[in-house]
Every structure is written in structure tokens, then in C-alpha cells.
């Protein structure tokens, strides 16, 4: 079913995405509320103020396809989703893979209840026919040629279904997002794909890092809150987590011994709250919460889990069993 877009409407910044750095009157365009196809809001979300005069150059620019890029869980996917939510405007959401065909974006025939074929529009197209958004997540695992099909319509040239013969004209507030982690990435991501050069230069480029100190703590303690852990609590167990990360994330880029992956923001997240849960029982048995719950926040190898041990450790002014 095609999405009726409603009214146009404009969201003051400060307001709409808690963003005090903001000039007062700063507005941006989205939609009226009311649209299927609009990802739910996380009001346990923080944005970032770079990220956000970067999408927000992009978006009010009027250009069309932005690729992002940036390790595992650093927060791609879920920058593009909540900018959709608070402005109310749908988003097609692609997992792409290296058996993603481009006909699956763009579109195809397909049999009739009647025993015909009819055209069906892909996410994609109807990105294009209604003036929305399309995500397309791990772009780079794409095959070069498939990606190579979109080049057109990432463009905003018109484009004709040669099964049909109809010419279709992205509407003028279509884009497209495209999400991936790097091919040279030190983090062991596999199956990625350098892209064709002409393909490559239809995108603005965005580099996404994990976030701020300072607001990871925030988005944690955030989660933490919504489980209506007390507050002191949840702010010590944030600090602690999140300074943890930040540690192993330099020991990584470092190259140190053992530290074979970043700890990402996901990981951080899950890690907090296992040990807001085993908390009480470890402390039963006189036995650190945290050094226990990061075993079942994230695989990871001896050696790595050893590492991320002596950082826990040193954070948090004690060891596996208590002891200062």
C-alpha cells in the first residue's frame, strides 16, 4: 500500500531532538504526524550535536543519498531511525547482504492472484514515488554491480521499469541512507565490498564514531532509569561501563595484547543492565556484578576477556572477588 504523505510541518530543534546547543529558533522540515511506516521513538535516545548539524546540513541541503560509516554498534542505524521518528517521516528499511539482488530494491513482476504479473514496487521505488526515505544497512556488502543499478535514482534522474515502460522521477524530498562499517576497519567485520567509484561519488559522506563520553554515560543512565534502577546506582554502574568501553576502545586501536574488538555502545548497554540484575546475588556471595555480568554482555576470546578484566578492575577499585 502506498503511503499518503500528509501536510508539511516544521519541528523547532531544541525541542524536538533535546539539543540546548541549538539556536532557540532553529527549525527544521518534517512531516505531520499520522504516517505508517514511521520508525517508533526512543525516548531513551541521545543525539549527538555534531551528528546532528552534519544530517542536518544534509536534509536541509536537499541532497539526496548520504552514506555513513563507522564501526560495528557505533550508532548508525539508530541515528537514521530516530531523526525519522521525530520528524515523522517514513523510512524503508533494507538489510542488505551479498546475495541482495538490485531487483529486490528496485523492484519487479510478480504473479497475480488471477495467474498474471504485475509490478510491484520495491522499497526503493516507493521511496522515489512518495518523497520518503530508504535505508539500506551494511551497504557494502552488496555486490559492486547491484549497487551500480541505483545509480540513477541516487542521482535524482528519472528512471523507466523496462517491464512496464512507466518513467519514474524521485519526488524532490526522497533520500536514500546507506549504512556500513569500513573495509580497512580494524574490527573484524567480513564480506565487505569496495563499491564502483561512480556509484560511490552519488553519496555525501559521514563518519560516525561512538559517542561522547558524556552522553553514552547519559544514554545508559537513561536505560537504566527507564528500569527504574535507583538513581545513584545507575549512575555509578554508567560512569564505570562506559569508562570501561572507552579504555578497551583505545587498548583496540592500540593494537594491545590480547583486545581483539571494540566494547560498542550495544555492548555497553547490555553489560549495564546485566549487572543491575546480578548485583544482589554477586554481592551474596561477595563477588563483583560487573566482572561477572560482561561474560554474558559479549563473547569474547581468554585473552580479551582477561584484558577486559584488569580494565574493570582498575575502573571500578576491585577485583572478581571484591577485594580492593
Known amino acids: 500500500m502506498e503511503t499518503k504523505l500528509t501536510a508539511q510541518q516544521r519541528y523547532n530543534v531544541r525541542s524536538t531532538f533535546g539539543l ?32 546532528m548539524r552534519q544530517l542536518t546540513m544534509f536534509w536541509v541541503g536537499g541532497f539526496k543519498a548520504l552514506l555513513i560509516e563507522g564501526d560495528p554498534a557505533a550508532g ?11 520528524l515523522n517521516v517514513p523510512l524503508y528499511k533494507v538489510p542488505c547482504s551479498p546475495t541482495t539482488e538490485s531487483f529486490r530494491l528496485i523492484g519487479q513482476l510478480l504473479p497475480t492472484e ?13 521511496a522515489c514515488r512518495e518523497g520518503t526515505s530508504v535505508l539500506l544497512d551494511e551497504y557494502n556488502t552488496l555486490d559492486p554491480g547491484e549497487a551500480t543499478a541505483l545509480n540513477m535514482l541516487l542521482e535524482g534522474y528519472s528512471w523507466t521499469i523496462p517491464e512496464t515502460g512507466e518513467t519514474i522521477l524521485p519526488a524532490k524530498t526522497t533520500r536514500f541512507f546507506a549504512t556500513q562499517n569500513a573495509v580497512d576497519s580494524k574490527a573484524a567485520v ?11 561519488d552519488r553519496f555525501s559522506y559521514m563518519e560516525v564514531d561512538y559517542l561522547k563520553p558524556e552522553l553514552e554515560e547519559a544514554l545508559v543512565l537513561r536505560h537504566l532509569l527507564a528500569g527504574k534502577v535507583d538513581k545513584a546506582v545507575a549512575e555509578q554502574i554508567s560512569k564505570i561501563c562506559v569508562k570501561v568501553a572507552n579504555n578497551v576502545r583505545v587498548a583496540f586501536r592500540q593494537d594491545a595484547p590480547g583486545v581483539d574488538k571494540p566494547l560498542s555502545t550495544r555492548v555497553v548497554l547490555r553489560w549495564a543492565k546485566y549487572t543491575v540484575m546480578y548485583q544482589s546475588v554477586m554481592k551474596a556471595q561477595n563477588r563483583s556484578g560487573l566482572h561477572y555480568a560482561i561474560r554474558q554482555a559479549v563473547r569474547m576470546s581468554a585473552a580479551m576477556a582477561g584484558a577486559v578484566n584488569e580494565q574493570i578492575t582498575a575502573v571500578a577499585g576491585y577485583d572478581e572477588d571484591m577485594n580492593s
Open 114 to 126: 488471477d495467474g498474471k504479473l504485475a509490478w510491484k514496487d520495491g522499497p526503493v521505488l516507493k
Open 20 to 51: 540546548m546547543e541549538a539556536p532557540e529558533t532553529a527549525e527544521i522540515p518534517g512531516l505531520a504526524p499520522g504516517l505508517t511506516g514511521v520508525p517508533p521513538c526512543d525516548n531513551t535516545y541521545v543525539f549527538d550535536a555534531e551528528r
Open 190 to 200: 567480513a564480506g565487505r565490498n569496495i563499491q564502483d567509484v561512480a556509484n560511490d
Open 76 to 86: 548508525k542505524t539508530s541515528l537514521i531511525e530516530q531523526w525519522h521518528a521525530r
